[in-house]
Structure formats: C-alpha cells, structure tokens
C-alpha cells in the first residue's frame, strides 16, 4: 500500500500520525472493506425480514441512518457492528448477516437509542427479536451445563430482562 506522498510506502519508513493519516490512504482502505449487497425485492420482501418486523412490532424501514443510536449507545465500543449498520442490514435483507453479528448479543437493551431516535425506531426490541430469530435459526452457542454455577449466578439474566420487556411494554 502506498501514501499519497512520491516514493513513501507507509511501513518502511518512519512518517508522522499526519502523515500516515493521508486521505488518499484512507479511502484506498475503504475500498477493501465495502459491503457488496445486491438489492432484489426478494430479499426485501425475504421470510426473515418478515419475521423481524412482525416479532418485534418495528418497522426498520423508518429510521433514515442518522446514527444517533450509535453516537449514544453505552455499549458500540464492545460491537463489530454499531446499531444503525445492523438497521441498515435489515433494510438491505440481510438478515442472516445481522443474525451472525454479536452486536445483537451485546445489546443491554437500556433503551438509550430508543430515547435519542427523531423516528421513535424501538431498536432494542429489533434485537430482541433478532436474539430470537438467531437462537431459532442458528442454536444455542453455549452450553449453559459446562459454566460453573457460581459464574452462572452472577451473569445478566438477559432472558429475564426481555421477558418483562415483552410483557410490559
């Protein structure tokens, strides 16, 4: 890879933070990472997306991806993908994509995105519902019998925690 600067490839030489944080650096980066989706109605319309929607009650196609969830969430820095990309996934069809992502597990579900939303986009019950669908489709991925009880006792009892949220709300 190289720099923008003539003759600097970025690694073999010693180069300043400013330096290596060339724009031209950065977006033939960028390149590497950009999501290929093809967009189809099919997909749209897909039998997971339906079953996101009708489980949680939200519709993803509301938020418009101005980010204020990501910007105020408590727990983006521990996600692979921040709450707006995993609506945007939804909007896209790409459920199963966000159904393999662990942001759907590191959720707290504290409502802080629901709250900053101009939209009223309930995002917490999207990942509720996400969880759900993942656990159906995909499997338990612990074994809760191998953690040992005393470690079991003082994890978050998420399931208890989204059961009132399902029952209250």
């Known amino acids: 890879m190289r720099c923008c600067k003539?003759?600097?490839?970025?690694?073999?030489?010693?180069?300043?933070?400013?330096?290596?944080?060339?724009?031209?650096?950065?977006a033939e980066n960028a390149v590497d990472t950009i999501?290929?989706?093809?967009?189809t109605a099919d997909a749209l319309r897909s039998d997971l997306a339906r079953?996101?929607?009708?489980?949680?009650?939200?519709?993803?196609?509301?938020?418009?991806?101005?980010?204020?969830?990501?910007?105020?969430?408590?727990?983006?820095a521990f996600m692979d993908q921040l709450p707006n990309q995993i609506i945007r996934l939804?909007?896209?069809g790409s459920v199963?994509?966000?159904?393999r992502s662990d942001t759907i597990w590191y959720c707290a579900a504290c409502q802080t995105c629901y709250a900053r939303c101009p939209k009223g986009v309930d995002l917490?019950?999207?990942?509720?519902?996400?969880?759900?669908l993942a656990l159906q489709e995909l499997g338990d991925q612990v074994d809760v019998a191998k953690i040992d009880a005393g470690e079991l006792a003082r994890l978050p009892q998420q399931a208890f925690v989204a059961?009132?949220?399902k029952y209250t709300g």
Request: aromatic content about 2%; overall charge neutral.
């Open 6 to 26: 003539p003759g600097c490839i970025i690694g073999a030489q010693k180069r300043t933070t400013a330096a290596l944080e060339c724009d031209e650096v950065r």
């Open 35 to 39: 999501m290929k989706i093809q967009l």
């Open 51 to 76: 079953r996101v929607q009708e489980m949680s009650g939200e519709d993803p196609l509301a938020c418009y991806q101005c980010g204020k969830c990501s910007a105020g969430c408590p727990s983006a």
């Open 90 to 92: 939804l909007q896209l």
């Open 96 to 99: 199963a994509e966000a159904l």
């Open 124 to 132: 917490p019950r999207l990942m509720e519902a996400l969880r759900e």
């Open 163 to 165: 059961g009132f949220r």
